[in-house]
């Protein structure tokens, strides 16, 4: 059997390595490829990751993507010189106060148009494009949102990821959508720059200062590995089948959480004094951008459809702290 090809795109971010680092277990049947944008990986990651890279990738422009006769050859790498079977799109421009400053950049990032023309070039419908969304396409004016339920969101951010879903819905026949919430988890083999939500949560009491938590934001924060593991399920049911899908999941862990229970459930890990956890309410902080209320959202479909069971918040929690606790020792 041919081996099977699979590109992501934004392989250098937090959820793109942890998907190379898995699939990479698996490489003696997959050609596996990814793409970076702002700077070429770091020592450290291609030393972990010894996979080719393609070149630079701007998807505002297409620059990497597109070529005078949109040839693969001519933009992929060398072990994955034909139509890729899976391509997961993990870039984007997923900051909400960056997208309030240049709603322009954002659009033309966050929808991704080039890819889905790009893709458009090989034979319709023989790659699945697994496109990574978000649940702040929700209002957040209730609990648990279904998939079926209108997409208002409140932000640049959010209006972006719906002009996304949007328009490879439009233009593209095999596809699944996930409506990610807060993805959390180990540090990647090369740390990204951004906060991850429970290391910082961690490092924060540590210091045992107090800190001001939201009480009144709500989430359905999924384990990375869990993520990894509904992508790894969507690319093995194509490949072993073949049907072309048109899915829309939302993907989170299985508790609605605010800001304060996540960091109660750290301190509860670590032993830290649960008065350092200061109950606000998010109307007290100016973020330069707004933000929904309450994007909980209901599973049930994802669960039901990929027979998956996501790992609770708590237990999520633990493991990523015992994975900290290894790299540091």
């Known amino acids: 059997m041919s081996s099977k090809k699979i590109l992501i795109v934004g392989g250098t971010g937090y959820l793109g390595q942890h998907l190379v680092q898995e699939f990479k277990a698996i490489q003696d049947t997959l050609s596996l490829a990814f793409t970076y944008h702002t700077n070429p990986p770091p020592e450290r990651l291609l030393h972990a990751l010894p996979f080719h890279l393609l070149k630079e990738i701007h998807l505002q422009c297409g620059l990497g993507f597109l070529t005078t006769d949109l040839s693969l050859s001519n933009t992929m790498l060398c072990n994955v010189n034909k139509q890729p079977d899976v391509v997961v799109n993990c870039a984007a421009l997923s900051v909400p106060r960056a997208c309030e400053v240049d709603p322009a950049a954002a659009m033309a990032i966050n929808v991704p148009s080039v890819l889905v023309k790009w893709l458009s070039s090989f034979k319709n419908g ?9 649940d702040q396409v929700y209002e957040g004016t209730k609990s648990f949102y279904k998939e079926a339920d209108e997409a208002l969101p409140v932000n640049v951010y959010g209006r972006s990821k719906v002009a996304a879903e949007q328009f490879i819905s439009a233009n593209y026949s095999n596809f699944a959508i996930l ?5 959390y988890g180990p540090q990647t083999v090369s740390p990204v720059p951004k906060l991850l939500p429970v290391q910082w949560m961690d490092s924060v009491l540590a210091k045992g200062d107090a800190m001001d938590f939201f009480h009144d934001e709500f989430r359905c924060p999924v384990y990375v590995k869990d993520l990894v593991t509904i992508v790894w399920t969507l690319t093995n049911r194509w490949i072993s089948e073949r049907e072309p899908m048109q899915l829309l999941l939302n993907v989170g862990g299985p508790d609605r959480v605010s800001r304060v229970q996540m960091a109660e459930a750290v301190a509860h890990i670590r032993g830290y004094n649960l008065s350092l956890i200061k109950s606000v309410s ?5 973020r ?6 309450d994007i909980s959202m209901d599973i049930t479909r994802l669960i039901q459809t990929l027979n998956i069971s996501p790992t609770a918040f708590k237990d999520g929690v633990k493991l990523t702290l015992e994975a900290e606790s290894v790299s540091t020792s």
């Not at 409506?179 to 993805?183: A, C, M």
């Not at 998010?282 to 100016?286: F, H, Q, R």
Request: with cysteine; aromatic share 0%; hydrophobic share 35%.
């Open 126 to 134: 023989c790659t699945l494009l697994i496109h990574l969304s978000t």
């Open 179 to 183: 409506r990610s919430s807060i993805i």
């Open 282 to 286: 998010s109307s007290t902080v100016n």
């Open 288 to 293: 330069g951008v707004k933000s929904p209320a």
